[in-house]
T-cell receptor
């Protein structure tokens, strides 16, 4: 069982609201990731981090932003939510070794009305 | 274009039966291939990981094979159980960057009926 947590698990919010999706891991992993996944579709990397104060954009363009002030914490923020942001957001972490496995959190299902 | 293609898209089998899921990829240069299991509403969980030199890897009733020459992999599930109902995702990693970028398939949705 991976020690990586996401809150909230479900969020329904109106257009224009600012939201922050929380992700934390207790495994001491340096690398952390955010993925976006629509039903029946593959995961798309939207942000990643190599360590504290390191953040990079992923393959899929996203209006969200992330921060990495502490090793264990990697929150994702949407300044102004829109219906197009409705999706499942998955956080993951890995130890940083070449063949390492990414451990995923349970995800946040976001619905923007 | 997705560089990892999985088939079938969905599959229904009866409890106790075996099944095989397929994964074809075009990712290059290849580093490793993983199979993940994703239960509905949950994050993916790693089942197996294989590098270039490995042909087969087992994890209980799950057996993965890899043919790096043809760039194909399969996941065989033996004596299926109701709890095997999930999406099975093939994930290929390249060695072209320090990130070890992952390419995800869309998954095969497996349903096991009693």
């Amino acid at each position: 069982e991976a020690d990586i947590y996401q809150t909230p698990r479900y969020l329904v919010i109106g257009t224009g609201k600012k939201i922050t999706l929380e992700c934390s891991q207790t495994m001491g992993h340096d690398k952390m990731y955010w993925y976006q996944q629509d039903p029946g579709m593959e995961l798309h990397l939207i942000h990643y981090s190599y360590g504290v104060n390191s953040t990079e954009k992923g393959d899929l363009s996203s209006e969200s932003t992330v921060s990495r002030i502490r090793t264990e914490h990697f929150p994702l923020t949407l300044e102004s939510a829109r219906p197009s942001h409705t999706s499942q957001y998955l956080c993951a972490s890995s130890s940083g070794v070449n063949t390492d496995t990414q451990y995923f959190g349970p995800g946040t299902r976001l619905t923007v009305l | 274009k997705n560089q990892v293609e999985q088939s079938p898209q969905s599959l229904i089998i009866l409890e106790g039966k075996n099944c095989t899921l397929q994964c074809n990829y075009t990712v290059s240069p290849f580093s490793n291939l993983r199979w993940y299991k994703q239960d509905t509403g949950r994050g993916p969980v790693s089942l197996t990981i294989m590098t270039f030199s490995e042909n087969t890897k087992s994890n209980g009733r799950y057996t993965a094979t890899l043919d790096a020459d043809t760039k194909q992999s399969s996941l065989h599930i033996t004596a299926s159980q109701l709890s095997d109902s999930a999406s099975y995702i093939c994930v290929v990693s390249d060695r072209g960057s320090t990130l070890g970028r992952l390419y995800f398939g869309r998954g095969t949705q497996l349903t096991v009926w009693p």
